[in-house]
Nanobody, 125 residues
């Protein structure tokens, strides 16, 4: 069983920054593309935010976070990061990382086979 673990969430004021981390036990994340997803309060759906290829050679993000969020990875540390800058209240959500064979356009949830439990990000004054 693959375990992904997210960390780094918290409460931050608008305009602030947070860095989320995704790591795993029992498996080398370097074999997988890793995506970040979020689920806003009251929403039943998870939104794909960003994805990075297994070797870090390519990455993509949705328009709503482009220029603010940066995805990166350090395979030597078996960790993927999501640097979130200029945070807005609408970024408030439970953030998940997930693993897949590759990044797919539109980041469909069903393509990602392994998920973490999520880390809460709250952006509020």
């Amino acid at each position: 069983q693959l375990y992904l673990v997210e960390s780094g969430g918290g409460l931050v004021q608008p305009g602030g920054s947070l860095r989320l981390s995704c790591t795993a036990s029992k498996i080398d994340l370097g074999y997988y593309a890793i995506g970040w997803f979020r689920q806003a309060p009251g929403s039943e759906e998870r939104e794909g935010v960003s994805c990075i290829s297994h070797d870090g050679g390519s990455a993509e993000s949705v328009d709503s976070v482009k220029g603010r969020f940066i995805i990166s990875r350090d395979n030597g540390r078996n960790t993927v990061y999501l640097q979130m800058n200029s945070l807005k209240p609408e970024d408030t959500a439970l953030y998940y990382c997930a693993a897949a064979a590759q990044c797919y356009s539109d980041l469909p949830e069903w393509r990602f086979n392994y998920w973490g439990q999520g880390t809460q990000v709250t952006v509020s004054k």
